[in-house]
């Protein structure tokens, strides 16, 4: 018999430190929802000290996912608790997570502190979450490099406070697999009380090692991984869920170890986190990259005509990638469109259908035949809209190699129409310097990408930016068959994020340790 490998997901925690990755509220819970779908069993909705943003959204998590532990993050003090467990309260599985550092580095430059009182806060902080909630996690950070005495030391006094979960993280990405082996090996054999807790891993990914370190956890005979989705996180990235998870299925025969996960949603989830955050996923990634599962070699191809497990080792099917058939053209009604879209695996609210049917048979309109890969960039357009200040109702651009580019935009907020003109470097640079002159929020363009969902002259293009607005940076998409338009509506939903966080004052502030 297997063993079930518990998977807890910190996308929307320790993803979210991503450089570049921003997502308010609204962005999470629909996160959270694909993470619900994919069936993770715990998922970190944030760090409610870190911000009132923070807290919001793991208050807003908690209100509505009710199928999987939600998990919020507290340094071991008593106000980062506290705050955690406000945010927690309405969760039908709360957790909360605590962590102080133990090695000698982190111990003395970074918290100032003696190995004895480290101990001490340590337990007292697992105490004082005991008394909100049954289910407390500690996590010795940068284990990898504490004393290994020392660190089952700790770990026996918060296991006597109550810990229920004890995380071993590699916070710097600092280990290899045959060394954390050893490592939670002598953790397992040298904490006498360690049959009262679950142990639990959570590697960076610094040397390119995070999933093999994880793997090699799982071996050793931890109980749960912790993971995101497209390995996003601080600096270089946590261990990627997908790969992990994979890793686990394709080689049972090996790890005699699953887990749970629903990995036929794993490609809509990683297509939803990637367009949310703005954080591409290469091309050859594992799993999920758009070249996972192509065949690009006539060897290869012929291989896999005859017999599939040639040269594959893992169907597409497997992680929720159908076939790009093309399928609905403008006489498809919404009943069909909203058939069509469950079939994908989209189930969306009423509202949300709507929309996307309108920017459907807009396309459809233009476009002979809808793909499934551009339905699912017209859902993920939906899925990343927010409540519009500012909607674009006309956009006209005049560019070429002897005039100078020049746009004129209408935009529309609340029934009030507002029209400017200006030029630019560019086609783009002039559509945005006039919806700057409308919307005066000074707002910086950090980063702008532009991509074709699928190949062919009449693709779809998609559009992702980054845009400053004071201290914060928000992301926005857009999708059209015409890449101004795309890049407008991008840049408008990067502005209206921007635009609702300062009608609703939330600063992102700076956690201080
Ligand atoms: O990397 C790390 O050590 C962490 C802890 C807070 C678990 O993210
Ligand atoms: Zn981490």
Redesign the pocket.
């Known amino acids: 018999m297997s063993r079930v490998i518990k998977v807890f997901d910190?996308t929307l925690r320790?993803g979210e430190?991503s450089p570049g990755a921003t997502l308010n509220v609204l962005e999470k819970l629909e996160i959270a929802r694909a993470l619900e779908r994919l069936r993770v069993d715990a998922m970190e909705a944030g760090f409610p000290i870190a911000s009132p943003g923070d807290f919001e959204s793991v208050r807003t998590i908690a209100e509505e996912i009710r199928t999987v532990t939600i998990v919020a993050l507290a340094r071991a003090v008593e106000k980062d608790i506290d705050r955690a467990w406000e945010a927690l309260k309405p969760a039908a599985r709360p957790r909360i997570h605590t962590f102080i550092a133990t090695s000698p580095i982190h111990m003395e430059y970074k918290l100032r502190k003696t190995p004895n009182e480290v101990l001490r806060m340590a337990t007292e902080a697992v105490r004082y979450a005991k008394r909100f909630t049954e289910d407390v996690e500690f996590s010795a950070?940068d284990a990898t490099r504490s004393d290994p005495e020392f660190l089952c030391k700790v770990f026996e006094e918060v296991i006597n406070a109550g810990a229920t979960v004890i995380n071993i993280?590699d916070?710097v990405g600092y280990t290899t697999p045959s060394e954390f082996h050893n490592l939670i090996r002598y953790v397992i054999e040298h904490t006498p009380n360690i049959d009262r807790a679950e142990l639990s891993v959570?590697c960076?990914d610094d040397l390119g090692m995070a999933v093999a370190n994880s793997l090699a956890a799982v071996q050793a005979g931890v109980h749960q991984v912790?993971v995101t989705i497209n390995g996003i996180?601080?600096r270089a990235g946590?261990a990627a869920l997908e790969e992990v998870v994979m890793a686990l299925k394709t080689r049972n025969d090996f790890f005699n170890a699953t887990t749970l996960v629903d990995t036929r949603q794993i490609y809509r989830c990683s297509s939803l986190v990637s367009a949310l955050t703005g954080l591409h996923v290469q091309v050859n990634k594992s799993i999920v990259g758009k070249n996972a599962f192509a065949h690009e070699s006539g060897i290869h191809q012929d291989g896999v005509l005859k017999e599939r497990a040639t040269y594959e080792i893992m169907s597409p099917e497997d992680i929720g990638l159908t076939a790009n058939r093309l399928v609905l053209g403008k006489h498809s009604g919404r009943h069909a469109f909203r058939k069509h879209l469950l079939e994908l695996g989209y189930d969306l609210p009423e509202e949300e259908l709507s929309r996307a049917y309108e920017s459907f048979i807009e396309l459809a309109d233009r476009k002979k035949e809808v793909s499934d890969r551009d339905i699912e960039a017209l859902i993920r357009g939906e899925l990343t809209a927010v409540e519009d200040l500012y909607s674009l109702d006309y956009l006209h651009v005049s560019s070429g190699m002897t005039s100078i580019p020049t746009a004129t935009v209408r935009l529309v907020r609340e029934g009030q129409v507002f029209e400017e003109a200006a030029c630019g470097d560019g086609p783009v640079d002039a559509a945005y310097r006039a919806v700057d002159r409308v919307v005066q929020m000074d707002a910086t363009l950090e980063e702008y990408q532009l991509r074709a969902v699928t190949s062919g002259k009449d693709a779809l293009g998609e559009v992702s930016v980054k845009v400053r607005v004071g201290e914060r940076v928000y992301t926005g998409r857009g999708v059209s068959m015409d890449i101004i338009v795309a890049s407008v509506r991008a840049y408008l939903n990067a502005l209206n994020k921007a635009g609702s966080d300062l009608m609703r004052q939330l600063p992102k502030d700076s956690v201080c340790e």
């Open positions: 910190t320790d430190q950070e993280p916070t959570h960076h912790e996180g601080e946590n």
